[in-house]
Structures are given as structure tokens and as C-alpha cells.
């Protein structure tokens, strides 16, 4: 994608969030998701690790049918990539997964995920927020820096609706009320963000 065009489609999500404290707050992940979950529906999670987080949604809502894609064989997967994926699903989870690719390889996922959605079908996805210092550097394996703006941007350039975007901030009860109250004024004086990711729903239209 040419620059222009996606400092086009940055400035549409600029409009909606002017600054990264418009972003509301979520605290926890999974009631998150579940709130765009309807019982009965299809699930890929990409990068699912040991997939536990298909267990705990099953809690919830037992006749999800969950899948998992991940490239690691660490862990048993209905899939190690995306080409071998032939089927639609109503939702696709990726957390903390995006920013290990270049922006190419992003473009093709979010583009090959709009592919295997179906019509209505969400995407949720994370990523670290690079407005709090030291959080995309965590890990050598990272290869693309996405601020929330550029990240909502790409997501628009490959047909999605943008739903809504968030900050994820899952500390202790205690902790999260001190830097979310107390000290929330010093951390926008400073212009500089705690939390540490970027929360993304999008939706095929």
C-alpha cells in the first residue's frame, strides 16, 4: 500500500480517537470476547499457544466450535498455517500476534482473515501498545511497531468496520485503580501511557 493511502485510512481513525486516552479501558480479555460471542458459533484463534483460552471460553459457551492455528508444533493445532484454511468462521481471535510479522506479512493476515469470515463475523485482536514506553520491546522477535491509529488503518484498508478499539490493562485490582485514578493526570502530563495493548474489534460487513 502506497504511504498516502494509509495516512488516509489513519486520519479516519484519528477522527474517531483523537489520542490514546479516548481509548476506554478493558481489565479483562475474556469477558471481553464474550460480549461479541454468541453460543453456537465458529472460533479460529491464530497463535493459540496451548489453547487454553478455547477451554475457559467453552466454560461459557459450550457449543462454540473453537479451532487453533499456530505454527509452533509445540502444541497440537487444527492448523500450522493459514493457507491450509478452507472454512468460515463467525469469529477470529489473534493476541499479541500481528506485531511479530512486517507489515506485508500483517496486510496478508488481516486480508486472508477477512477471507475466512463469515458475512457479520468479528475479528479480535491485540497488539502492544507503543504509546507505553518499553512495551513493544519486550520481545527481539518483534518486527512491526503498530501505533493504534495504523493499526485501525490497516484493518480499514482490507474492507473491515472498525467496532471499536480499547486499551488492555490486566493488573491487580489494586494497582489498576492507582494508575487508572491516581496517577492517570502525570502520565498524561507526561504524555505517555500503563497500559500495555491495544485492543482491536472489527467487523465484516
Known amino acids: 500500500m502506497k504511504w498516502g493511502e494509509q495516512f488516509q485510512w489513519r486520519e479516519k481513525v484519528h477522527r474517531r480517537y483523537h489520542k490514546v486516552w479516548d481509548l476506554k479501558i478493558i481489565r479483562k480479555r475474556l469477558p471481553f470476547i464474550l460480549r461479541y460471542l454468541k453460543d453456537g458459533e465458529t472460533v479460529l484463534e491464530i497463535g493459540a499457544y496451548n489453547r487454553e483460552l478455547g477451554a475457559r471460553i467453552k466454560e461459557y459457551y459450550p457449543h462454540i466450535l473453537y479451532k487453533s492455528m499456530d505454527i509452533d508444533p509445540t502444541y497440537s493445532h487444527d492448523y500450522s498455517s493459514l493457507e491450509e484454511i478452507r472454512e468460515k468462521f463467525d469469529m477470529v481471535l489473534l493476541f499479541e500476534v500481528i506485531e511479530h510479522l512486517d507489515l506485508d506479512e500483517g496486510m496478508e493476515m ?12 468479528r475479528v479480535i485482536l491485540s497488539t502492544p501498545n507503543t504509546c507505553t514506553p518499553g512495551e513493544y520491546w519486550k520481545s527481539v522477535s518483534h518486527h512491526t511497531a ?51 495493548s491495544i485492543l482491536v474489534v472489527a467487523r465484516k460487513g
Open 146 to 196: 503498530y501505533h493504534y491509529e495504523e493499526l485501525g488503518g490497516v484493518l480499514l484498508s482490507q474492507q473491515f468496520e472498525l467496532v471499536e478499539i480499547c486499551r488492555l490493562f490486566n493488573a491487580p485490582f489494586l494497582q489498576f485503580l492507582i494508575k487508572t485514578f491516581l496517577l492517570l493526570p502525570i502520565f498524561r502530563f507526561l504524555g505517555i501511557d500503563f497500559t500495555k
Open 110 to 121: 488481516i486480508a486472508k482473515i477477512y477471507q475466512i469470515l463469515n458475512r457479520g463475523g
